[in-house]
Structures are given as structure tokens and as C-alpha cells.
């Protein structure tokens, strides 16, 4: 495709910016394929010398993400990082406040309750996470709603923070390919199931094996691959076969924190 890109921009002088989002995570899950070398030297490998690509921007979640390159890869990358630190409560308010006028009838979300969903979502452990303030507005909403309230009130906002974990967001599932959701779905019931911490991997898969059946969908091919997948996109932890498990919660949280993720899938795979 790269080949296709750059002589269709050769062809029509026309000249391209190449962005890489993720790219922490397409290294660590495609180690071999060596995209960095690829797209760092684009005008090198051009046959005709010049790619007309003016440049290539890497976007990824982790700051040592090139640790794992190797030397000639690191060598090509540039050196010019420009850190985005987590957003702050006012940043917050203001996606909030955004995101609610679209969102929301006039009057139902006061700026009291969106500078204290700010404030929860700013400081620790949620740290700025933006998915994860949205999450506590859309929710806080459903609340009351289901309440008969007219507005949504601080103690709406604060039962859903006690209910809600940092690690998977909305945003995440709904991401998620169809067949990772099944998966995550599997982890999610098993660790239900048996109430532990962590799982083993056969218990997972005798779980996921059900959960196919009984939804007609075919098992992916290479299932601790796929675990491995859902491990890269920081949704799962493994450590080894036999300790599976959703990281980022206390013991007592994650019977809770589970069965919101499975009412969260459930809805998802229903609408698909
Ligand atoms: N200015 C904004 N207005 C409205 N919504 C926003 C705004 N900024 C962020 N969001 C919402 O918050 C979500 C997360 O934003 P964020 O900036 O954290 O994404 P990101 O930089 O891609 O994060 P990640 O590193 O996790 O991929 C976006 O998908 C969007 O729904
Ligand atoms: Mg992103």
C-alpha cells in the first residue's frame, strides 16, 4: 500500500504527511514487520529517490516505545517528542462542557456538575483521562434518567464514579474488533465465575468456546494470540497460562467493575 501511496503522490506531485496513531501498540503486536525502517526512510527506498512524503508523525500512548526498536530504526527516527501531558480540570470542563450542550436538553447538566465530574476526572487515579470524564456524564445522565430526575445530580455523578474503573472505558469496547469483544466477553464471565483474581487459560477457553456456540460465531484461530492482542491494548493482564486476569482493580471492585463490563458488551453484540 505504502508502494501504492507514493507513486500515486510521485505521479501527481502532489505531496503527503504520513500519521502513525498507536504505533506502541502495532510494535509491540507486529515486532517483525519493521514499520519504523519502512516509513523512516521512505526516500531511500523510493526507487526514483524521492517519495514526496514531507514527513511522518508517530502518535503512541507510551513514552518508551522505542525501546524495543532496533538500532536502525532508532537511528532514522527523529528526535523531536512532543509530550501531551494529561488534561487538567479546566480542559476537562471544557470537553465537557462541549460535549454536553450536543448531548443534553438545556438545564439538565449544571456547570456545578460538570466542574465536579472535572474534578474526580483530573486527579487520581483517573489522572485526566477524557474518555473516562465522558463516561461519568453519559452515565451520570442514564441515572437520572432512570430516576425520573429532571437534572443530574452530584450524587448520580458519584455513584457511577463508585462504580466505574479507569481502565476500561466505553470508548475502548466500542473500539474493540467484534471478535476481541466475544474475548474480552469470555475473560469477563470466567473471572466472574470463579470470583478470583485471576484465571487460567483453560478456563477461559472452555468459557469463550460456550460463548461462540451459543452466539454462532467462529473461535479465532490462535485464542492466546488474541489474549495477547487485549493484553497490548492494556485491557487484560497475563502472566503466563495460568494467570489471567482485568488489571487496575481492587479485588472487591472487579465483581462489580465485571459485571458493568458485561452489561457493557451484552448491549454492544445486541446492537450488532
Ligand atoms: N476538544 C474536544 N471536544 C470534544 N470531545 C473531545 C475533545 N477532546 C477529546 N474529546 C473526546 O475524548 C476522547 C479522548 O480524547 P484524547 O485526547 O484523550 O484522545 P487520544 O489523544 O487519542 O488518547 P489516547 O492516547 O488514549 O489514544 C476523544 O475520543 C473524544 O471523544
Ligand atoms: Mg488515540
Redesign the pocket.
Known amino acids: 500500500m505504502l508502494n501504492a501511496v507514493i507513486k500515486f503522490l510521485t505521479s501527481t506531485k502532489k505531496l503527503g504527511l504520513i500519521i502513525v ?2 504505533v506502541d501498540y502495532h510494535c509491540k503486536r507486529y515486532r517483525k514487520e519493521k514499520i519504523i525502517y519502512d516509513l523512516t526512510r521512505l526516500d531511500e527506498t523510493a526507487p526514483q529517490g524521492y517519495s514526496n512524503i514531507v514527513g511522518v508523525i508517530f ?1 503512541a ?1 507510551d513514552p518508551k516505545w522505542t525501546k524495543n526498536l532496533d538500532e536502525a530504526e532508532i537511528s532514522s527516527l527523529g528526535r523531536i517528542q512532543i509530550k ?1 501531558n494529561p ?1 487538567t480540570s479546566k480542559q476537562l470542563k ?2 465537557l462542557m ?2 454536553s450542550k450536543i448531548a443534553f436538553k438545556p438545564g439538565v447538566v449544571s456547570e456545578e456538575v460538570i466542574d465536579f465530574i472535572a474534578d474526580v476526572s483530573s486527579t487520581p487515579p483517573i489522572n485526566g ?3 473516562y470524564a ?1 463516561d461519568l456524564l453519559l452515565y451520570s445522565g442514564i441515572i437520572a434518567e432512570q430516576r425520573g430526575s429532571q437534572r443530574i445530580k452530584a450524587e448520580h455523578v458519584r455513584l457511577v464514579h463508585s462504580n466505574l474503573c479507569p481502565t476500561i472505558t466505553s ?1 475502548d469496547i466500542n473500539e474493540l474488533p467484534q471478535k476481541l469483544l466475544y474475548l474480552l466477553f469470555a475473560v469477563a464471565k470466567t473471572l466472574k465465575t470463579h470470583q478470583t483474581p485471576y484465571v487460567h487459560f483453560n478456563e477461559i477457553k472452555s468459557t469463550y468456546q460456550i460463548i461462540c456456540e451459543t452466539n454462532n460465531i467462529k473461535p479465532v484461530r490462535d485464542l492466546y494470540e488474541a489474549l495477547d492482542d487485549l493484553a497490548a491494548r492494556e485491557l487484560i493482564t497475563i502472566k503466563g497460562f495460568t494467570k489471567i486476569g482485568i488489571s487496575g482493580v481492587t479485588t472487591e471492585a472487579l465483581l462489580h467493575y465485571i459485571d458493568d463490563i458485561i452489561r457493557r458488551i451484552e448491549k454492544i453484540i445486541e446492537n450488532s
Open positions: 496513531d498507536e502518535i500512548r501531551f488534561y471544557d470537553i462541549e460535549r483521562d477524557a474518555r465522558l470508548e
